[in-house]
């Protein structure tokens, strides 16, 4: 079988191997596993290729390099207008060749892919909307036409469209999804973390062991890490022993130090940039909390992975967070104010029976999702 796939994800070159985002190519390795040649339509970068990136394993690969474009500033759109054509030629090009077009949205080239793929009509396809699929959510214009096209069973004929959580009145050909990272083998018991045995330093002179927090993530505006560290500097002042660890890489890494330096918060608080996944599953095993509250999200990688590592997320409302977290009996789904998130970190502390709860009922959900099972769902759209 000869596979497409249509992505805005940059990829690097090292010795005839294509390296991109470590849990994107992951995914696509399961779904090379199942065919016979590989073609890629993606921008190629020439920067350093950094921790996060894994290269892939499929031997018959070909990375056809496209120009990745937006319309932000007139000289973007007028780059992007010059671009285009010559895109989407290349898009019919790959598309005429593949006996399966995988398409990946939202993203610029989701876009023109969307497009692209209706002259196609009798060829399968799938497309992974890696984004916030909520009908309610407010989202660029482009993710909307891209959403209306492949939901759109005219216009996207004989395509199957994975989605993340679960949502009322859709189109037949929506079906709801998921991401694994971990497999079957990885699976440990976790102890108790202990979370009955700590008191605020203030109310009781004994200073116990660590509460843990983690926030793992893009140092991002979108990703809010700073708002991880004002919930864990007012717990600081509410008398609680704590301890924050900061996993990710990001321009808000400056402001974020800025607030740990002005607020004496070193012995506090690590920010210990991107590292090997390893190094992040050996936090989640150790954390009782993850603190996450993102803007907006598809399928939160971060929070699953918490989950499976009794690691209780204390998360924002957005995406398929309600479907994942059972509406709050799996952990805390919260609004963006400190002053309520440290309340609600709070009433978990001193009611070890609802944390470890809470806890048992994450763990037990996000098991389910192991790679064995991703790569089995993965098997059955590109054999049908």
Not at 254 to 269: A, F, G, P, Q, V
Not at 309 to 329: E, K, Q, Y
Request: proline letters at 4%.
């Amino acid at each position: 079988m000869k596979f497409a796939i249509i992505t805005h994800v940059e990829h690097k070159l090292r010795n005839n191997e294509f390296f991109a985002y470590e849990p994107y190519v992951r995914e696509m390795n399961l779904w090379g596993k199942y065919v016979d040649e590989v073609r890629i339509v993606a921008p190629i970068s020439k920067g350093k290729i950094s921790t996060i990136e894994i290269p892939y394993e499929h031997q018959c690969i070909k990375l056809i390099n496209i120009k990745a474009f937006n319309i932000l500033t007139v000289k973007d759109s007028i780059k992007a207008i010059i671009s285009i054509p010559k895109t989407c030629f290349l898009l019919y090009k790959t598309m005429k060749w593949a006996d399966h077009i995988h398409l990946r949205c939202p993203g610029n080239i989701g876009l023109l892919g969307c497009f692209v793929q209706m002259i196609f009509p009798s060829k399968p396809k799938t497309v992974k909307y890696a984004g916030n699929w909520d009908p309610k959510s407010n989202q660029p214009f482009s993710y909307k036409i891209q959403k209306w096209i492949v939901s759109n069973t005219y216009l996207a004929k004989n395509t199957k469209v994975l989605v993340y959580g679960e949502w009322p009145n859709q189109s037949k050909n929506i079906s709801p999804f998921f991401t694994a990272s971990y497999s079957e083998s990885e699976k440990e018991v976790i102890n108790k973390k202990g979370l009955s045995k700590f008191y605020r330093i203030k109310s009781n002179e004994v200073k116990v062991n660590l509460i843990k927090f983690l926030f793992v993530g893009t140092l991002s505006k979108g990703k809010q890490p700073l708002l991880a560290v004002e919930i864990v500097h007012q717990l600081k002042l509410n008398g609680y022993p704590i301890h924050l660890d900061i996993y990710g890489e990001g321009v808000e890494r400056t402001k974020i130090k800025n607030y740990i330096k002005k607020n004496s918060l070193e012995n506090e608080i690590n920010i210990h940039g991107n590292v090997d996944k390893e190094v992040v599953k050996k936090a989640y095993q150790q954390a009782h909390f993850l603190l996450f509250i993102s803007n907006s999200e598809g399928w939160p990688k971060v929070v699953a992975e918490a989950m499976f590592w009794a690691c209780l997320p204390v998360t924002s409302n957005v995406s398929c967070i309600p479907f994942m977290l059972d509406n709050g009996n799996r952990g805390a789904i919260v609004n963006v104010n400190v002053k309520k998130i440290v309340s609600i970190v709070e009433e978990y502390i001193q009611n070890n029976e609802k944390y470890e709860k809470h806890v048992i009922n994450a763990l037990d959900w996000s098991r389910q999702f192991t790679m064995e099972k991703f790569e089995k769902e993965i098997y059955k759209l590109i054999i049908s």
